[in-house]
């Protein structure tokens, strides 16, 4: 059975600046269509079920603003 990782983009943190699409091997995040609280646009995940769980989404964020958890 497959590991599953669940992809939280916390969108009031980010600031839209595309490095964690640049990124990820997978390519699951896009740009967002919707501004976030601070009027930027934020980055959404396409689909988190194609997520390897690698982090470097998140380890490439300067706003810690996405997390990675595994399913249960």
Known sequence: MATKFRVTVIKDRCKGCNLCIDECPVK????????????????????????????????????VAIRIEMEV
């Open 28 to 63: 699951i995040l896009v740009q967002g269509s919707e501004l976030n609280s601070r009027g930027l646009l934020a980055i959404e995940v396409k689909d988190s079920s194609l997520c390897t769980g690698c982090r470097r989404c998140a380890t490439v964020c300067p706003d």
